[in-house]
């Protein structure tokens, strides 16, 4: 029995340690997997002060934006949520976005006019959680999902002509815990206590 129990210690901790980041490529089946979400769109940056070519900093509670300013919609086939996008301000660095505290989902819907993109999320001590390339010319979405905490992430022009990124809705959704895990480590812990008082 002491085996068992300690098994069960052992795989409730393991449970709880690994890490793991999954790219997606389709909104639905990215939604399907987060428990809650925030998705801002950016029109309400239309009016003044946030008129189009207005960089955005940190109008968004908990985020920081670089190198990213609002534009009115329309550019490159962006038609998810019209009129505005966000986009990068000098063409040829990329947005960034960072969090104030991890999140455990990041996804965009965008597209580009002449470049493809790279979409990178990174943790806390910057280490690169995943990377996914969006093709140019098409409105396509990219998500991760993270277990380890998402701090930043970061959208760059590949190999850029004109160096443009449109993005036209973020969807972030904050940290949960897995139940599934929570509930290993609780029944493990219960046991080890159970044997234990028993002795």
Sequence with gaps: MKFILTILVLFSLLAVTQAATISFTDQATFLSNLNSFETHNFDNFAANPFNSGSPLTNEI??????????????????????????????????????????????????????????????????????????????????????????KRAVITPIAPTNGSIFIDTLTVSTTVPEPSTYITMLFGLALFFGMKRKK
């Design 61 to 150: 509670p908990g985020i920081t934006f670089e190198n990213a300013r609002v534009t009115i919609g329309g550019n490159g086939g962006t038609s998810q949520s019209p009129p505005n996008v966000l986009v990068n301000a000098d063409l040829v660095n990329p947005i960034v976005i960072n969090f104030d505290n991890a999140v455990n989902g990041v996804g965009l819907f965008n597209t580009s006019l002449g470049d493809a993109e790279r979409f990178e999320v990174f943790d806390a001590q910057n280490n690169l959680l995943g990377s996914l390339d969006l093709p140019d010319q098409v409105i396509n979405f990219g998500g991760f999902i993270s277990d380890e905490g998402i």
